[in-house]
């Protein structure tokens, strides 16, 4: 695929073989793309064993995305249709991890959660730190309603077998925030901030789990890391709103202590007020000329009037 | 002795916002946002109309959004406070699972229950609106409408703080909220066309990497004001 080869280019040629391609390799998520072109696709009957296969998988997940579970079911049979097959060493049978995965994946998009659970406990049998069966075994508790504490204690477990998996700290963060546990999201967030020191956005929503939980050392760790993300990316709007809002959450919270422990806080609070300046300054120059100006100044109006 | 459940009024407006947003964004995503309105009371009756509706967030909100949003929101409604008395009376919500329709969610109640609580006396008729996936799938249907109903039922379920859990569990019976009659054909049309709808994480998410970001009007949303008229 050349550079010249970008997926509105490939669309208009009607190129469905390198659509799919494309979007595998850009790890896109587009299942209406990938049924059309596919289902286009699977009509020629002029692909290789490999592409077939690789073609008929992507399908079939994009199938379940969208809910067109009859095209599922139809691709995962012809995937061990020894029949189809042009090269007879390329056979997939259905003791195939692979195709197993898939099928659990199905039977998942169909509601049918019981038999899911079953094909993934038998790949976990078959290999016990198959991450994949257990991550879907999370997955099925978290689809359904009513059972987020079991859905909890069973990403609780992978992630204590499997630490480094940053896309789980993530979920496991979200999953904290739904349940108002911002304190545990806070920790989720931390994780994910060892692996990703420099993201930004990152440093964002740890910023906002900390304001989110309140109490003065919340507060002041909430501060630090939205000025971290401020600093790591200028244009992180969200960053700036939230380092505002933190600066005045910090002194909000230290308004409320006692007049000992307040007095330990006045660098602290010099260092907010500052803050909450430079906050209000960018954004009155990102809305400079913007429908919003007006709305904006008499926001930040606010803010200084009360500092 | 309890005040008496107030009527609701939901606006074609406010309906139609609401659904886009959720439709747009709510595949396993919880969304929330504001509602605008009007109070007012004739014969011993409260009425409560939804006017408008003003998108925040398609996640968990926090702190931070939820209090720049509302800033926001405050600071534009009195920049149009002349033309008339429109005031914050109301979070919207949708939960994350499409199959979750029972009770609002709750990051939504603790925010209900906030901003509910402020002023000396509070405000005992905080709505707390709940769009669930039936009545998103009944308002966008194609079925033709019933001609002896004369105003439709809204998408939403209507919720009031409870006098005594102070909890948002107190649910307004569905026969005293009503919506415009041309809702259903404002909701539809507005889904065909696919029209944009922008909330507050996607205006601030935006900046700096989209050539869009100007046109993103979270708190008015033109693009559904206009099919509107």
Known sequence: ?307 | MSAPAPKIFVSALADTKMILHATKNGFSNPIHGIIIGKKSSSGGDNLLEIVDAIPVCHEVPTKPIVDMALRLCDAHLQTQRSDNDLTIIGWYTSNASTSDDELPNPSACRIASSMSDNGEEGDPNFILVLVTTTGIVAAASKDSEDSTTTSSAAACRVFLKDTKTKTFSQEVDSSLISSENVSKELITNALSKGLPIYDYVDHISSYGCDDDWKDMDWITNDAINCIAK
């Open chain 1, 1 to 307: 695929m050349g550079p010249e080869e970008d997926l509105p280019t490939l669309i208009c040629r009607k190129d469905h073989l390198n659509i799919l391609r494309y979007v595998r390799a850009h790890q896109l998520r587009d299942p209406n793309l990938v049924v059309t072109s596919g289902k286009i696709l699977l009509e020629s009957k002029s692909l290789g064993d490999a592409e077939r296969l690789a073609s008929l998988e992507q399908i079939c997940i994009a199938a379940c995305d969208i809910g067109d579970l009859d095209l599922a079911e139809s691709c995962l049979d012809s995937i061990v249709n020894p029949s189809e097959s042009n090269n007879k060493s390329l056979v997939v049978t259905k003791e195939s991890a692979r195709y197993r995965k898939l099928l659990g994946l199905c039977l998942e998009a169909a509601g049918n959660y019981e038999s899911a659970a079953k094909v993934y406990d038998i790949l976990l049998q078959d290999n016990p730190s198959n991450a994949y069966a257990a991550k879907r075994k999370y997955c099925i508790l978290a689809a359904q309603p009513g059972k987020e504490t079991d859905a909890m204690k069973a990403l609780d477990e992978y992630l204590s077998k499997h630490p480094g998996d940053l896309a789980a700290w993530n979920q496991m963060a979200e999953v904290c925030m739904s349940v108002s546990d911002f304190k545990g999201a806070a920790y989720c967030y931390e994780e994910l901030v060892l692996g990703c020191p420099l993201d930004s956005n990152i440093h964002t929503k740890l910023g906002e789990a900390y304001c989110t939980a309140g109490g003065v050392e919340n507060a002041k760790l909430a501060r630090k890391h939205l000025a971290q993300a401020v600093q790591l990316d200028q244009n992180n709007l969200r960053a700036w709103y939230g380092l505002v809002a933190a600066a005045e959450g910090y002194l909000e919270e230290v308004e409320k202590l006692s007049k000992n422990k307040r007095e330990a806080e006045d660098e602290g609070v010099e260092v907010a007020k500052e803050l909450i300046k430079f906050g209000g300054e960018k954004l009155a120059g990102v809305y400079q000329g913007s429908k919003l100006a007006a709305v904006v100044r008499s926001l930040l109006t606010e803010t200084s009037h009360s500092l």
